[in-house]
């Protein structure tokens, strides 16, 4: 599992192995996508079919959490997809299936409050959280 810090969040490149497609966490544009990622993204194939799921429910409140530049990115990456990435939330806890659903094989070591990243085949699990332990923010 790969731990993921604010201003190194490279949770789809690190999925697809490429170096183009990164989240953008400068100062100036910490919750939009950066232009050479919109150009990456519109030269995915339409099929590219990219799934990222927060493995929580989505909270309500991310102000003061990692999570508030974290899923305002996700949404930026899922708007300007064009359906190439999608982005959802399920709780394992209220949807136990979801884990064994994205890793059949359970050799991702996906758990609550990780985010799993799905293509091609294949699935990754990423925390948005530094070496703590992932807290669900209140």
């Known amino acids: 599992k790969r731990i993921i810090h604010n201003d190194s969040f490279r949770v789809i490149n690190n999925a697809i192995d490429t170096d183009k497609f990164v989240f953008d966490m400068s100062s100036t544009g910490q919750h939009t996508i950066s232009q050479p990622t919109r150009d990456f993204i519109d030269s995915l194939p339409a099929d590219a079919n ?80 530094k070496s703590e332990a992932p807290r669900r923010p209140s």
């Open 50 to 129: 990219i799934r990222v799921v927060g493995l929580f429910e989505k909270p309500d409140t991310i102000a003061g959490s990692v999570l508030e530049y974290v899923i305002p990115l996700l949404d930026d990456y899922a708007e300007k997809s064009q359906g190439k990435i999608v982005v959802d939330y399920v709780d394992p806890a209220v949807n136990p299936a979801i884990i064994s659903e994205l890793d059949p094989e359970g050799i991702a070591g996906l758990e609550a409050n990780t985010f799993a990243v799905y293509y091609n085949g294949r699935v990754q699990s990423v925390s948005a959280y």
